[in-house]
């Protein structure tokens, strides 16, 4: 590997070369330091689109496909344009969105709920398997022609709205216990 041609090589240049040569380039790529090619703080990127990147990033197996479309939906771009870019870039940018997302899986689990007894015994965890689409529906009053607009509101704003509705969901549940003494 020479070092002018290490960065010169544009995604589809990259994916095309051997095996051996790929893993090398990527190995170096992914080791070379996070950078962010947004002048935008993910924590203020579009909420849908976060959610978006955690379904892709969070999967088992990650494939350099996906890798494509993680960049896409970050930088709002079509697969063309992102495969035309440098593979140095990507893997850079892609280093920095793996970062962004493990400091808002972070924040997120600020989120989770433990259900007592009762909501165990009526089905609470039925609701597991919609994942953030029932975040989504409640956000939009469970008006369908809202969600775009939920998911184009900035996480930062999604996230501290579901911080506020959990504390008081939390509060209500004491204040009626306390009622009920």
């Given at each position: ?14 994916v095309?070369l ?13 080791k ?21 990147i ?13 890798i494509?479309?993680?960049v ?16 140095f ?23 989770s709920?433990e ?13 597991n398997?919609?994942?953030?689409f029932?975040?989504l ?7 369908v ?20 509705n959990?504390?008081?969901?939390e ?6 216990r306390?009622?009920?003494?």
């Amino acid at each position: 590997m020479r070092k002018d041609e290490l960065y010169d090589y544009t995604f589809t240049e990259f994916v095309a070369l051997e095996t051996e040569e790929r893993e090398l380039y990527k190995a170096f790529g992914l080791k070379a330091g996070a950078k962010n090619l947004t002048k935008i703080d993910p924590q203020e990127w579009e909420w849908g689109r976060v959610k978006q990147i955690q379904d892709l990033v969070n999967k088992e197996y990650l494939w350099l496909s996906d890798i494509v479309e993680v960049v896409m939906v970050a930088l709002n771009m079509n697969r063309e344009e992102v495969e035309q870019m440098k593979w140095f870039d990507i893997a850079r940018f892609y280093t920095f969105i793996l970062k962004a997302i493990t400091e808002i899986n972070t924040k997120e689990q600020s989120l989770s709920y433990e259900p007592d007894a009762k909501e165990m015994n009526a089905g609470i965890e039925e609701f597991n398997k919609f994942s953030w689409f029932t975040s989504l529906d409640r956000l939009a009053g469970g008006d369908v022609l809202k969600y775009d607009e939920v998911g184009k509101q900035p996480w930062s704003i999604i996230f501290t709205k579901l911080l506020l509705n959990k504390t008081d969901a939390e509060y209500h549940k004491r204040l009626i216990r306390q009622n009920n003494v």
